[in-house]
């Protein structure tokens, strides 16, 4: 299995994207893009029409901000579907 993780700002909601064009991927393919708004960055609309299975960054983006509002307030806030709907409905 092939990895390629981006951990760069471009597709960022705004910003620049990457301006490759992808003509065959190899099987099996994971692409894993930071970036969380837009939800799809044109990468991962491309990769995912070609058949790789493609993550954006929200699930980091969350657990990041849980771990960092535990370490300041010594309080591990519950993540639940609920909580992840309202971010992904505030970032749009």
Do not use: H
Not at 42 to 52: F, H, P, R, S, V
Not at 59 to 75: G, P, R, T, V
């Amino acid at each position: 299995m092939d990895v390629i993780i981006n951990a760069t700002s471009l597709g960022l909601k705004g910003g620049s994207d990457f301006k490759q064009e992808i003509k065959s991927i190899k099987p099996n393919l994971v692409y894993y893009d930071i970036v969380y708004n837009p939800e799809e960055t044109e990468m991962i609309k491309k990769l995912k029409a070609k058949g790789a299975k493609t993550f954006n960054g929200l699930e980091m983006f969350i657990y990041q901000a849980q771990k960092s509002f535990f370490l300041w307030n010594k309080i591990n806030p519950e993540l639940d579907n609920e909580v992840k709907r309202t971010l992904i409905s505030n970032l749009k």
